[in-house]
């Protein structure tokens, strides 16, 4: 797995040069006399400079040690069932929040994903799969009650406005 801690390093280092780029453009506010130690970008800057750090020690601990095998590792990692997996949770993820929400209400947002979670873990990418029929009703009753308690839950104890 040395392979895939070096590319981690590098979108790491990637990813911590954006923050720090960020976070010194970010607006200072010292028309509002804001004291320096204050600024918005102060505490990006900082997180950011963590992870270049973070970033260049993986990268250099993942280029000095030996990898026999370590592209043909990386391919069967990434094509493994576990990978898989992992991908259909980030894109599940990505059209819960960058298609769903905003676009239909929220609770009804919540309660797709969630049928649609449960549906694809438990149908289709389970080992065993269990019958359509046995995961349908759990499935329609649990985005019900998650859609309701969640958008409950935050409108009325965190009195937050949802979209």
Request: glycine fraction near 8%; include cysteine.
């Amino acid at each position: 797995m040395t392979r895939a801690d070096l590319l981690m390093a590098i979108v790491f280092i990637i990813l911590s040069a954006a923050v720090l780029y960020g976070s010194w453009t970010m607006d200072r506010l010292e028309v509002r006399r804001i004291h320096p130690m204050t600024v918005p970008g102060l505490v990006p800057g900082m997180l950011g400079a963590a992870l270049l750090v973070c970033g260049i020690v993986l990268a250099i601990r993942s280029l000095r040690l030996p990898a026999p095998n370590g592209w043909a590792d990386l391919a069967a990692a990434i094509t493994s069932g576990a990978a898989g997996r992992a991908a259909a949770v980030l894109a599940l993820a990505l059209v819960y929040t960058l298609v769903l929400v905003g676009r239909v209400p929220f609770w009804l947002a919540t309660g797709l994903f969630v049928f649609a979670f449960i549906l694809l873990f438990e149908v289709w990418l389970a080992t065993p799969r269990r019958a359509l029929r046995q995961s349908l009703p759990w499935a329609i009753g649990l985005a019900i009650a998650t859609a309701g308690i969640v958008t409950f839950v935050f409108e009325r104890a965190f009195l937050v406005r949802l979209p």
